[in-house]
Every structure is written in structure tokens, then in C-alpha cells.
């Protein structure tokens, strides 16, 4: 291990060490009387305000993933990986109004997942089942990947083998287990700091080294103009700009059907934190939008990733490696610390909503009804180390490639909950058993689009990206559409149409625990005691 | 929003709300902004004017937030006691 890299390790362990304290602390900051429910462990107490939010949702959304696979996305196809700029504009305004409906409903009601509100909304236990099963497994990968991260930094220090890794994260699930939803909020104020004192300071000084923003466009331009592939370029092509917006928007629609950021909304105290917030959290968008363009800079300053556990070289090495060339060492352990934190924040709050969703929607729907909210919490926090370490399996023991393909998976499958949980916020309209039938149809058309995508350039035949060609279904076409976009429209259209079906045989539907007021409900409003709606509606069973 | 009887009492109707409209639309136009030049501080115009996005995002929200937010709902209504009486 060379000199350089022995600074960069020091610095990087030692902010390390900081961070894990802080996370133990966690758990006697805004203390509560007791950790021993979902509410306290898993929503911080459902009593975050502005700022505490803000650090959070920003550390809970873009995540060290994030930081190392959109420069590698820009490094390896150009204009096409920007795509995450658009994607984080559009998303606020786009939920701003819905959020808030889905913070007071749950207020209300105690919801602590998004699939606690289906089963109010809809009375269907079966259609929650599925909005939550389709939630932990989108979010699974989505862990593993954290994991990516911090290995790309590890492996630019020089540090190999597993146990770097298992090390760091097993700190992660122990102070999770211990402190909830508080850990990752208190460590985010550290981990935003640290990325944005990085990424000032990289988006001044590499393009002065570099020879300035114009000649590091002229070289990726020139990169780009070598390659045989057709797609790639600093601007976007004839045929990928419909897949651009659609994929910005079908991200944009995802992202908050996620269970991770539905813990990080509902760990909010009122609804002006949450509209706040809205208007708050596009900072971050600037960020990762300079983030993006360390991928043209690491094509100016002549990266060559390095080859991954595959063989293959691994874009995702091309930021550490960077950084690695252009910084002084110490600075180099400050950024690929902040990498590595920033993997431990998103990391946590996706263990503990994957959690939740286990005990709120499985555990207790099929195993134990009466469970009490202690029990609750002694099971995620149980089923949150189960999580971690399926996590660290998937890395350790499977081709990561595998995990990056589940979390494109992910992000189609995620979209199928749309109806029941986005639109189910805004109407009643759907019958239960049209949500189902539209789920299904969504699922077997996204994952066999997917199926039918190759990637010429890993040789894979099958999962192989997101965009799908249209040539595939005989169109004569060399435009490209994304999956999920497409999935969800048939998904809506099954759903509509079973449901026009389904109400005019007059199949029963289930009945809606919740009331209009309770979706403009604020801080301070009367709650509803657990089951006496269902009671008042005759539904107790 | 969609509810068939709106609460006398409360709302978030606004014909402020649709304000929101133009920032979720606006991005997505790739022809509006699909280009080279003209370039700022060596940005491609492409690069540069989604960076401008973001302001317009923000701006807009912002609009929305101040002229919808609830009074009581403030920052600094309850600090931390779970459930501070209302005046309604």
C-alpha cells in the first residue's frame, strides 16, 4: 500500500469512526420515552421538523449509489445519463400535492407504510400484501447497491477483500438496530456536508486543472465521435430523446413510491414541513447535476475505469479514481469518505422502511394480529439486520451485476403501485380487484420488456437496460421507449377496465376506512384510536 | 383534489396549485433545449439551461408553498410535545 493511499484510509477511517459514534447517539437525541414502537424507531417520532427533513429525504434520495453511477452513466453514454437532472425537477411539484394528503391520511391513521394506507383505502389485505412485497423487493437491491459504493472507494484506496465491507456494515446494523430512524438523520447533517464541501470544491478546481468546462465538453465530444456506438454524444440524438423524458418522468413517478421515501415523509412533523421541503430539496438536484459532469471530467482528464470483480471494466470506478488522480491525498480520504457515508444514510432508512413493510403488512397481517406495538418494534428491528445482511450476501456472493439488474427491475416494479398508492391518495375511484388485475398486467408486461432488452456492449442478452426498442414489436423504428412508463399505462388501462367490469357484475368492493377530512388533516388533529373506524363501519373482525 | 365533497372547513384547492404544472412539464421538452449553442461559461446550452430548471422548480414550488402554507402549522408551534391544542 503506497503512502498516498495510507492518507487516504486514515482520513476516510476516521471520519468513519466519527460518524458511527454519532450514530449510537443517536439514539438519546430528542430522546423519547421509549424506542419501543414503530413510531419512535422507525419514524423518529414522527416529529422531524424543516431542517431535520431536509438532511434526511436529501440523504435518503440521493444516495452514494447515485454519486458513482450517474458520472459513470455520463462517462460511458453522455447527454443520455443527464436524464437525473430533469428527473429530480420534475419530481417535486409532481407530488406536492399528493404528498401532503398521504402525510395527513397517516397521521390520522398511524400508517407507518404506504401499504398500511392500501389496505385502509381499499380494505383489501391482498392488494397491501402486494404494494409491500413489491416494496421490499424493489428496495432490497436498491441496499445492496449502497454496497457498490462504498466497495468502488474502497478498492480506489487499495483496500480488498470482504471484510472492509462486512466491517462497515455490520456498524451500520448495529446502530440501526439501536437508534432507528434517528441514526441516519443525525448522521446525514455530516454525510450532505462533507458531499457538498466535496463537490464545491471539485466543480472549481478539476475544470482549472482540466483547461475549463469548454475544452472537457470538446473532450468527451471527441470520445464520443470515436465510438461505434450511435446513442452516445454531449447532446441527445433523434432516437433517445422520447426515452430521456420518459425515463425523467417515470423516475420521477417512482421515487416516491418507494417505502424509503415514504419513511422519510412521514418522519415529518406537519404539512408546511413537507411543502417546504418541496421547494427545499431541488438544491440537491444542482448537486448531483454538477455530480453528473464529473463524468466528463474524468473523460478529460483521461480515466480508464478499472475492471470490476468481472473482468470488466467498472464505470462505477471512474469519480473515485478521479478524485484519486486530481486531489491532494488528504482530500481524496475526504471525498471517498463522504462516498462511504453517504452510503451508510440511504442504507439505513431503506433497511428500516424494508422492515416496516415486513412487520406492519406481513408479520402482523398473516402471523400475529394482535401483535403489540413493543413486539412491533422488536420485529423490524430484527427483520432490519436480516435485510442488511441479505444485502451484504448479494454483494459478496453474486455478481454485483446482478444487483444493479434488480434495482432497474426495481424501479419498473415499483411503478406498478402507482394506482393503488399514488392515485389511490387522490381518488376511490378503483375497485380493489381492478388495482389487483392492473397490477398483475403491469408485472408480466414490464418484466417481459425487459427480458426482450439486450446490452451489446456487456454481450448480455436479457436485462440488459431500460429502453426499450420499439423495433422489438415490429415497428420500423430505432426509437427506444422506457419500460416502466409503458408497464404502468397498461397497468392503468387493466385497471380501469376490470374495474368498469368488476362494478358493473357488482362484485363487492372493499370499504374505505378513511374520510376526506383525513387526507387534509394537520399537526395537532385528532387521531383515530386503532380500529374504531372499522368498528364505526361494522368491519371488525 | 379529486373528493367528491370537499370539507367546509379545510382545502387545498388553490388556483395557485397550477403553477406546479410548469415545472413538470418543462423539463421533459427535450427539443426546447437539445442543443449546443448558445453555450454559457463553455456549457453546452443543454447542460446550462437544465441547470436554469432547477430555479424555475424551485421558484415555482416556492409560489405555491407561501401562498398555500397553514398558519398554525408553524415551525415553531410545538417542539416537541406530540400534540399541541389547535385553535380552531
Request: net charge positive; with cysteine; glycine share 10%.
Amino acid at each position: 500500500m503506497s503512502g498516498r493511499h495510507t492518507t487516504e484510509l486514515v482520513v476516510f477511517a476516521v471520519l468513519f469512526v466519527i460518524v458511527s459514534a454519532m450514530g449510537f447517539v443517536a439514539a438519546r437525541w430528542r430522546r423519547p420515552t421509549t424506542m419501543q414502537s414503530l413510531d419512535e424507531w422507525g419514524l423518529g417520532g414522527r416529529s422531524f421538523g424543516s431542517w431535520i427533513t431536509w438532511f434526511l429525504v436529501g440523504g435518503d434520495l440521493y444516495t452514494a449509489y447515485t454519486f458513482v453511477a450517474v458520472p459513470a452513466l455520463v462517462f460511458g453514454a453522455g447527454a443520455a445519463g443527464f436524464y437525473a437532472v430533469p428527473y429530480t425537477i420534475v419530481v417535486y411539484p409532481l407530488v406536492f400535492l399528493v404528498l401532503i394528503r398521504l402525510w395527513s391520511v397517516s397521521h390520522v391513521h398511524g400508517f407507518v407504510t404506504p401499504a398500511d394506507f392500501v389496505r385502509a383505502r381499499f380494505g383489501s389485505s391482498t392488494l397491501a400484501l402486494l404494494v409491500a412485497i413489491t416494496g421490499i423487493v424493489a428496495t432490497m437491491p436498491y441496499i445492496a447497491l449502497q454496497l457498490v459504493g462504498i466497495q468502488a472507494t474502497l478498492e480506489a484506496m487499495g483496500v480488498t477483500g470482504h471484510w472492509p465491507l462486512i466491517i462497515a456494515f455490520a456498524i451500520l446494523a448495529a446502530y440501526t438496530y439501536q437508534s432507528g430512524l434517528r441514526a441516519p438523520a443525525l448522521i446525514a447533517f455530516v454525510k450532505d456536508l462533507l458531499i457538498y464541501i466535496v463537490i464545491l470544491v471539485a466543480i472549481f478546481y478539476i475544470p482549472h486543472k482540466l483547461g475549463g468546462w469548454g475544452h472537457i465538453f470538446g473532450a468527451a465530444q471527441a470520445k464520443f465521435d470515436k465510438t461505434p456506438a450511435p446513442a452516445d454524444g454531449t447532446l441527445l440524438n433523434h432516437n433517445n430523446q422520447l426515452n430521456y423524458a420518459m425515463l425523467a418522468l417515470g423516475s420521477a413517478l417512482a421515487l416516491f413510491l418507494y417505502p424509503h421515501s415514504v419513511t422519510g415523509v412521514l418522519a415529518s412533523k406537519n404539512r408546511n414541513v413537507i411543502k417546504r421541503n418541496m421547494a427545499a430539496l431541488p438544491a440537491y438536484s444542482f448537486l448531483l447535476g454538477l455530480i453528473a459532469l464529473l463524468g466528463f471530467m474524468a473523460i478529460a482528464g483521461g480515466i480508464k475505469p478499472v475492471a470490476g470483480g468481472n473482468g470488466k471494466p467498472d464505470g462505477n470506478t471512474v469519480v473515485p479514481l478521479l478524485f484519486d488522480h486530481i486531489f491532494p491525498s488528504w482530500f481524496t480520504g475526504v471525498a471517498y469518505a463522504a462516498i462511504g457515508i453517504g452510503a451508510l444514510v440511504p442504507a439505513a432508512i431503506m433497511s428500516i422502511a424494508a422492515a416496516n413493510l415486513f412487520t406492519r403488512n406481513i408479520y402482523k397481517e398473516y402471523f400475529r394480529r394482535d401483535a403489540s406495538a413493543s413486539e412491533e418494534a422488536t420485529v423490524s428491528k430484527l427483520a432490519s439486520l436480516v435485510v442488511k445482511i441479505g444485502a451484504v450476501l448479494a454483494i459478496l456472493l453474486l455478481d454485483p451485476q446482478f444487483s444493479i439488474d434488480l434495482q432497474l427491475i426495481g424501479g419498473v416494479i415499483i411503478l406498478q403501485t402507482l394506482p393503488s398508492v399514488g392515485l389511490g391518495l387522490i381518488t376511490r375511484w378503483f375497485h380493489r380487484g381492478g388495482l389487483i388485475a392492473g397490477w398483475v398486467a403491469g408485472m408480466a408486461a414490464g418484466m417481459w420488456m425487459l427480458y426482450r432488452i439486450p446490452n451489446p456492449a456487456t454481450k448480455k442478452l436479457h436485462f440488459g437496460g431500460s429502453a426499450y426498442p420499439l423495433s422489438d414489436i415490429g415497428l420500423d423504428t430505432k426509437m427506444t421507449v422506457y419500460v416502466g412508463a409503458i408497464a404502468l399505462a397498461i397497468n392503468l388501462i387493466v385497471a380501469v377496465l376490470a374495474t368498469v367490469l368488476l362494478r358493473a357484475l357488482k362484485t363487492t368492493d372493499g370499504v374505505d376506512v378513511t374520510r376526506t377530512d383525513d387526507y387534509l388533516a394537520d399537526e395537532g388533529d385528532p387521531k383515530v384510536v386503532q380500529g374504531t373506524r372499522e368498528v364505526e363501519e361494522g368491519l371488525a373482525t | 383534489m379529486a373528493d367528491t365533497e370537499p370539507g367546509p372547513r379545510r382545502s387545498d384547492r388553490s388556483p395557485w396549485n397550477w403553477l406546479l404544472i410548469i415545472p413538470v412539464v418543462v423539463p421533459l421538452l427535450t427539443f426546447l433545449f437539445n442543443k449546443d449553442e448558445p453555450r454559457l461559461a463553455g456549457f453546452p446550452f443543454f447542460y446550462w439551461m437544465q441547470f436554469a430548471f432547477i430555479v424555475l422548480g424551485v421558484g415555482c414550488t416556492t409560489i405555491v408553498y407561501l401562498v398555500t402554507r397553514r398558519p398554525s402549522g408553524g415551525e415553531n408551534a410545538s417542539a416537541s410535545s406530540p400534540a399541541a391544542p389547535k385553535e380552531d
